[in-house]
């Protein structure tokens, strides 16, 4: 069974992932499943996913971004 701690990082996680996909309506579903894949095979913890898809949001001058733009921000 996980821990309350395990879920609460979970749905911060999902948070600020839902935060990306509602800042880049365009990218398709198939995009951020992938992306998701990445994130979770990368270990990001909650914080680490916040700083990133911040960054992203405030310094992506396109409609899009690559999953690397995500990735290159763990720590």
């Given amino acids: 069974m996980e ?17 990306l996909h509602h ?20 270990g990001f913890t909650a914080d680490e996913l916040e700083n990133a898809v911040n960054h992203v949001i405030d310094t992506c001058d396109y409609d899009s971004f690559a999953v690397s733009s995500i990735i290159q921000h763990k720590k």
């Fill in 3 to 19: 821990s309350k701690e395990q879920t609460n990082q979970q749905e911060a996680m999902e948070k600020h992932f839902l935060r």
């Fill in 23 to 42: 800042a880049f309506p365009l990218r398709s579903a198939d995009f951020f499943i992938t992306l998701w894949q990445r994130i979770v095979s990368h």
